[in-house]
């Protein structure tokens, strides 16, 4: 072969040197970038979990609310609002033939005292017989959509407004303070008594259908108490004062949901909230 001079042997050793350290210093480097590369990114995966970690605990978890007592439930108002109709029909129908006083509010419907008995007696005034007959009418009217009845006529003129049904109607008897101590009546708490039970005995008399009237659970649905001087409406002392004491007052009690209807609405109002 053909023997190239010492010179020039000597420069291509040189050019391979060159070629072989420039070439493996760029592998090199580019091996470099992708590691440093690759752990940046790992890097920052790690310190993106614990940002993730720590906002997650400082984050408080959402707690459902458990019912465990019945609130105010729709039921219930359905039934203050049946009570507030009934109470407005019957003061319909006595507007203008007897003065009463309605409070929705408690659901009771007042006669002054004075316009059915004279003071210290359960005997009603003659002329008070005939304001009697116009309450009873206007219950027998009312009442029997609110109530179990055992004649069907006596619902024939419901309409489909009438949703609520009553548990009970208590007559009440209220005296003023007046101390009474007679051979008839020991107390004002027997004086109240009386005059409810006699209030009581005159609606029946002219209404009998309003004795057999009953609620749902086929309990006598009409009842009376005396409550003597301990529920005043006015605390003033004054002479008008003690004359609005003295009253009879119609308290009218809705039937509400009993204990396993309230459960029920519990579970369905805790299953509605977990959702």
Same mark, same amino acid.
């Not at 480097?29 to 720590?54: E, H, K, P, R």
């Not at 959402?62 to 019912?67: M, T």
């Not at 419907?109 to 007696?121: I, T």
């Not at 004086?191 to 309003?210: C, E, G, M």
């Given at each position: 072969?053909?023997?190239? %001079? ?7 050793? $040189? ?37 993730? !970690? ?54 009771? *419907? ?7 008995? %004279? ?9 008070? *017989? ?21 004649? %069907? ?19 009440? $008897? ?16 027997? !004086? ?15 209404? @009998? ?18 409550? $003597?001087?301990?529920? %005043? ?23 509400? @949901? ?18």
């Amino acid at each position: 072969p053909e023997m190239r %001079p010492a010179s020039s042997r000597v420069a291509m050793a $040189g050019a391979a040197r060159h070629a072989a350290r420039h070439g493996g210093d760029g592998h090199d480097y580019f091996a470099s970038m992708t590691d440093l590369m690759l752990g940046l990114v790992f890097i920052f995966i790690i310190v993106l979990m614990v940002v993730a !970690l720590n906002m997650r605990q400082a984050t408080p978890t959402a707690v459902v609310p458990v019912v465990t007592a019945p609130a105010p439930l729709p039921a219930t108002a359905e039934a203050n609002l049946a009570r507030r109709d009934l109470l407005r029909d019957i003061a319909k129908i006595l507007d203008g033939a007897l003065p009463v006083t309605i409070d929705e509010e408690n659901g009771t *419907l007042q006669l002054g005292g004075d316009v059915l008995f %004279p003071a210290g007696s359960a005997d009603a005034y003659p002329e008070a *017989l005939p304001k009697l007959r116009l309450l009873a009418e206007a219950l027998a009217k009312v009442l029997p959509c609110y109530a179990a009845a055992s004649d %069907p006529a006596a619902t024939m003129s419901c309409s489909d407004s009438h949703k609520g049904r009553l548990d009970s109607v208590y007559i009440e $008897g209220h005296t003023d303070t007046t101390p009474i101590h007679t051979v008839r009546f020991q107390s004002n708490w027997d !004086l109240s008594a009386a005059r409810a039970s006699a209030t009581f005995a005159q609606l029946v008399a002219a209404f @009998p259908a309003l004795a057999v009237l009953k609620n749902d659970h086929s309990e006598a649905l009409i009842g009376v108490s005396g409550y $003597g001087d301990l529920r %005043p409406v006015d605390t003033s002392g004054t002479a008008a004062g003690m004359q609005r004491n003295r009253r009879i007052e119609l308290r009218f009690i809705m039937a509400t @949901p009993d204990a396993t209807d309230v459960a029920g609405l519990v579970e369905r109002v805790n299953q509605s909230r977990s959702r």
